[in-house]
């Protein structure tokens, strides 16, 4: 019989291709076995029963091809909270954290109004809300894959401020205002060579690719954004590494003051906001 040592003894198969072998291979006996991690130390002479067995092989043929662990296993960690994530979603990065960090300091009221564009997993809305319990969050999403997956995380971590509506950006919304809109939109360029990396070629394009140039999304969220923003509201982007000068001056031509830009742990330019007037 096969017990979970023999399993965890497969790690070294998974080096070529995951920085985080053994990890990887945990998790992947975690999601067949229902366990966590401390049953695997505990217990690592357990036997693997011949169906979990079978489905350990099959996810991590699926690793063995690059396929990222979170899509294995159907979940990921952002901020404070673990969501589900599936193919139809972008697995939520560390960087995207700065977003809610910045979003945290703003100059808003104990009763905000917020306004998540893409949502995905509906990471940004939730990590949000768990924060800010008495702020109301409207996220929109126009895949309804995605969207299905976003309600679903809301229900399970029963947070009940965040609103989700379907649509392309702004097209559910009516006559509505906010006290901050944040996005992390598509923004990668056609053709960027990192689309085919490990891991990303597994994700949804349309959640990645915006235009020749990446900016096509940023663009007309920083157009059409004022009309959604109440009086000294807030816009807040994140965007590619290298596009931080471009959307500045995006920014700054609608009339944004306040304009700035924050680098990510790595220094690299990844968040810029601004505020609808002078002195916010």
Same mark, same amino acid.
């Given at each position: 019989m096969t017990s979970i040592l023999d399993l965890l003894g497969r790690a070294s198969e998974l080096q070529k291709i995951s920085d985080s072998p053994v990890l990887d291979t945990q998790r992947i006996i975690c999601r067949i076995i229902g366990r966590d991690t401390s049953f695997l130390?505990?217990?690592?002479?357990?036997?693997i029963t011949p169906n979990n067995l079978k489905n350990f092989e099959s996810l991590f043929a699926r690793r063995l091809m690059g396929e990222p662990i979170a899509y294995l296993t159907g979940e990921h960690g952002f901020w404070s909270l673990i969501l589900q994530?599936?193919?139809?979603?972008?697995?939520? $990065?560390p960087e995207t954290e700065l977003l809610v960090e910045i979003a945290l300091t703003v100059s808003l009221g104990p009763h905000a109004s917020v306004l998540d564009l893409g949502t995905g997993s509906g990471s940004i809305?939730?990590? =949000?809300? !768990? @924060?800010? *319990?008495?702020?109301?969050?409207?996220?929109?999403?126009? /895949?309804? /894959?995605?969207?299905?997956?976003?309600? %679903?995380?809301g229900f399970r971590l029963r947070l009940k401020n965040v609103d989700f509506l379907a649509g392309d950006w702004f097209s559910p919304l009516v006559a509505r205002r906010f006290h901050l809109i944040i996005s992390n939109p598509p923004y990668v360029a056609m053709g960027d060579e990192s689309l085919n990396g490990d891991g990303v070629r597994f994700e949804p394009k349309e959640a990645l690719v915006s235009g020749v140039d990446g900016l096509d999304s940023l663009r007309y969220i920083i157009s059409q954004s004022p009309n959604f923003l109440h009086h000294g509201g807030w816009l807040l982007? @994140?965007?590619? &590494? #290298?596009?931080?000068?471009?959307?500045?001056?995006?920014?700054? %031509? $609608?009339?944004? !003051? @306040?304009? %700035?830009?924050? %680098? #990510?742990? /790595?220094? $690299?330019?990844?968040? *810029? =906001?601004? &505020?609808t007037r002078r002195s916010c």
């Amino acid at each position: 019989m096969t017990s979970i040592l023999d399993l965890l003894g497969r790690a070294s198969e998974l080096q070529k291709i995951s920085d985080s072998p053994v990890l990887d291979t945990q998790r992947i006996i975690c999601r067949i076995i229902g366990r966590d991690t401390s049953f695997l130390h505990t217990w690592p002479y357990a036997e693997i029963t011949p169906n979990n067995l079978k489905n350990f092989e099959s996810l991590f043929a699926r690793r063995l091809m690059g396929e990222p662990i979170a899509y294995l296993t159907g979940e990921h960690g952002f901020w404070s909270l673990i969501l589900q994530v599936n193919s139809h979603t972008l697995i939520p $990065r560390p960087e995207t954290e700065l977003l809610v960090e910045i979003a945290l300091t703003v100059s808003l009221g104990p009763h905000a109004s917020v306004l998540d564009l893409g949502t995905g997993s509906g990471s940004i809305a939730l990590a =949000l809300a !768990s @924060e800010r *319990t008495n702020w109301s969050i409207v996220a929109v999403e126009k /895949n309804t /894959n995605a969207l299905a997956i976003a309600k %679903s995380n809301g229900f399970r971590l029963r947070l009940k401020n965040v609103d989700f509506l379907a649509g392309d950006w702004f097209s559910p919304l009516v006559a509505r205002r906010f006290h901050l809109i944040i996005s992390n939109p598509p923004y990668v360029a056609m053709g960027d060579e990192s689309l085919n990396g490990d891991g990303v070629r597994f994700e949804p394009k349309e959640a990645l690719v915006s235009g020749v140039d990446g900016l096509d999304s940023l663009r007309y969220i920083i157009s059409q954004s004022p009309n959604f923003l109440h009086h000294g509201g807030w816009l807040l982007v @994140e965007h590619g &590494c #290298d596009q931080g000068l471009e959307v500045r001056k995006l920014f700054l %031509s $609608r009339g944004y !003051s @306040e304009v %700035s830009t924050h %680098s #990510d742990l /790595n220094g $690299r330019e990844r968040v *810029t =906001l601004g &505020c609808t007037r002078r002195s916010c």
